[in-house]
């Protein structure tokens, strides 16, 4: 084995690691420690986001942009999006970064999706259906009704040959919440030599499970046209406030304000998501 | 005239060792002719079994000897899928003996890029047939053939190589008589005549030989001296391939299937090569046990078509795709011999390989994904979307199962502003029928607040599901929005009131 080089033992700042919040003209010239965040890229400080190698895919929504990691969907990690039925908005949200991808002719494979599609409200969204490829997994090609319990083993591994092949640009699929927490790992390990976006799309009930995807989304239909979008998990501080998104619109403006007039009794649903998921 | 003989001295050993599941393989093989053995494996010989003992004495030497027959026809194919490999660098390829294949390379030289290239070739292509190769090289045939037979050393795998006559006749001048075809059955009169070398046979009277061991004799050393001409019969492509292989076991799993399938791969990417072409359709017939046959009803054979949408000439891509068929196919009965068919074959150029990923090259790779996906969920569970122009929502939108390559499209000049959405992205397969409360829908005990609407779709009279529903935007419990439709005019009990038709996302 070759000798060591001998490098000077590392010079601590005063005070521990308060010092370092300090710009670095506040300490003494010769004990500057560099900043962790400058040293490599995989390092961050808990208050930071992180900067990812891979430049994210705008999500189309800025103020979402802002709160994730490298400003938008991270490449060759998985995502999760959990929501309570489907329906809430969540292919509005998506949208636009589909469209970005349609725009660069890549391709977007639906694994298992919950119902038929539309194809013209895909087209009215941007997403080019000639680009878009749907794989259902074997056990009846629709409506099946463990579906939604138990991911079939065949989905599972047309999910991860697709992840490996890297020649998709997005992936959605629809997992159920039971899911072994090592088919998450693997599926996570062979995103990363997918070079796009990875959304799974999965009931909230699992948002109290553990999982290995580095990004996880509650999506909430707030009010019409709108999306409350908490941030479970991301690399960087934890977000407490949900954010408010205004969706892609169905209805005039007028009948809007009319839904939002009408429906006073039922304001605030996110709440009670939230204080669950704490005392989790 | 420059020609490279292959000879495959372990030509019967192995042809039987591929009959022979993975886990067989290893075990010490030896081949029975009659009474006695006539080849064996390394495994055999290291237990002191030898080719010319008898059948017990070998089995008192390796009682886990695994005895084979040794079968012309078998060994035939085998060399045959050699010459075709060989075909690939040269059209004129002929058979010599029974074990050797002999190539006339001096036009392709130029093409490969010279001698030891074209050899590195050609062992890279007969790799996958897996057999132990002697190369030779030498001016005249005979002579090529007659060094690539002379081992002077068992594991040599290149032999001499020489590309001048007189550098060959000096070589041949030290060989032994014993290498000669016809002199094999003379050989114990030569020994004792002190005629070791093809320098001393050839000392003696030309006359005299003729008549004491036939012409053929003579006739043979003056081809591989370049004295005489030497024709062969070139082999031919045949225009389908067809090849067969006899099991030693009963296979049934798929994966000792795809054992027995996989020299049969290689043979038929053999072959697709030689003609300059790429598979873009096989099928793999599974014999069945005869005594599963007739009685209760199985068919004698089963038949497993693989088509690929972008033809191929990747070994490991067509595996994949066999091994994804294979594990889907529910055999009636164990399968015996295995035979791959091939008539399809595209003889357009290879798509180009890209250092650096394109869209063709993506296109390309995505291709692949998706045929295998195919060929593990079934061909009906990979869909493409497709608008039509219908008002009935559960018509507008059709699913294809993808079948051919689609070509890449060319990019939309301009992407349109996302207009207000008009339809919700998903549909429900069957509407789902709604309670109705004080002329309110209610969907899960609440009522839904009706937002937009009613759009009215009056359609479909002409073709036997005619529609004529009010469809409305309406608001569900947590804010999201649901298309419900009430029909209007129904025709039937079940058919009145409200309905859920789908969700906006």
Known sequence: MP????????????????????PAHAAAPCTVAPAPETLHPALWRAHQLVRPRDAALATGFAQLDAELPGGGWPRRVLTELLLPHPGVGEMRLLAPALATLAQAQRSVMLFDPPAALCGWALGQLGVDLQQLVVVHGREG??????????????????????LKSGHVGAVLAWLPERLRADALRRLQLAAQAHDGPVFLLRGIDSRLKPSAAPLRLALHAGAPDELWVRLLKRRGPPLAQP?????????????????????????????????????? | MLWIALHLPLLSLESFAATLGAAQQALPIALLDGKQLSAANRAARQLGVRPGLKRSTALALAPQLLFGQADAAREAQARLALAHAALEFTPSVSLHGAQGVLLEVQPSLRAFGGMARLLQRLQDSAAALAHTLRFATAPTAQGAALLAQWAREPQEIVGPHTTDLAALRRLLDGAPVSLLDAAREHCAVLQGMGLHTLAALRALPREGLARRFGEALLTELDRARGDSPDPREAVLLPETFESRLELFARADTAEQLLHGAQILLARLLAWARARQARVARFTLVMQHEPRHRGGDGTPGSTELEVALAEASNDAAHLQSLLRERLGRLPLPAPALELRLRCRDLVHRAAPNHELFPTRASEHEGLTHLLERLQARLGPAQVQRLQRVADHRPERATVWQPLDAATPVREPPAALPSLPKLTRPVWLLDTPQSLQEQRAQPLLEGRPLQLLAGPERIETGWWDGAPAARDYFVAQAQGGALVWVFRTRLPKSAAAEGWFLHGRFA
Do not use: Y
């Not at chain 1, 000798?3 to 300090?22: K, N």
């Not at chain 1, 169905?250 to 304001?267: D, F, G, H, K, S």
């Open chain 1, 3 to 22: 000798p060591a080089v001998l490098r000077p033992p590392p010079v601590r700042a005063p005070g521990g690691g308060a010092s370092s919040l300090r």
């Open chain 1, 141 to 162: 090609s629709r409506g099946a009704a463990l579906r939604h319990l138990l991911a079939s083993a065949d989905l599972l591994w047309a999910l991860e040959q697709a």
């Open chain 1, 243 to 280: 954010l408010k998104l205004v969706l892609p619109p169905v209805l005039a403006p007028a009948q809007r304000a009319r839904a939002l007039a009408a429906r006073v009794p039922v304001a605030a649903p996110p709440r009670v998501a939230v204080a669950q998921a704490r005392d989790a």
